[in-house]
């Protein structure tokens, strides 16, 4: 089974940028696809971007296309997730995603591994 950690949330301002990161340990990470999903205040969870084993599937939702950008680096076990002109609606709690089937681009879905979150907080 595979761990995940998210970081590199924080607080900034609308239009600046920030970096997170998930960090997988246990199984090999190569094989699964890994998706990125946030809680908004007050909302469910929803899709942000999906990225496939090799890269070469990547997937986002309409309001963070052109900002925000999903890659993967194998051979440290890691997703990023570049997240830039953030905006005010961009606030929450985001979350990885890894499964070994599916690429997750689903916010129900029963994924092998969830992260435990990393807060997003972006002010005027």
């Known amino acids: 089974q595979v761990q995940l950690v998210e970081s590199g949330g924080g607080l900034v301002k609308a239009g600046d940028s920030l970096r997170l990161s998930c960090a997988a340990s246990g199984r090999t990470f190569s094989s699964y696809a890994t998706g990125w999903f946030r809680r908004a205040p007050g909302k469910e969870r929803s899709f942000v971007a999906a990225?496939?084993?090799?890269?070469?599937?990547?997937r986002y939702t309409d309001s963070v296309q052109g900002r925000f950008t999903i890659s993967r680096d194998n051979t440290q076990n890691t997703v990023y997730l570049q997240m830039n002109s953030l905006k005010l609606e961009d606030t929450g709690v985001y979350y990885c995603?890894?499964?070994?089937?599916?690429?997750?681009?689903?916010?129900?879905?029963?994924?092998?591994?969830w992260g435990q979150g990393t807060q997003v907080t972006v002010s005027s």
């Open positions: 990225i496939s084993t090799s890269g070469g599937t990547i």
């Open positions: 995603a890894a499964d070994d089937r599916f690429l997750p681009v689903s916010p129900r879905g029963s994924y092998e591994a």
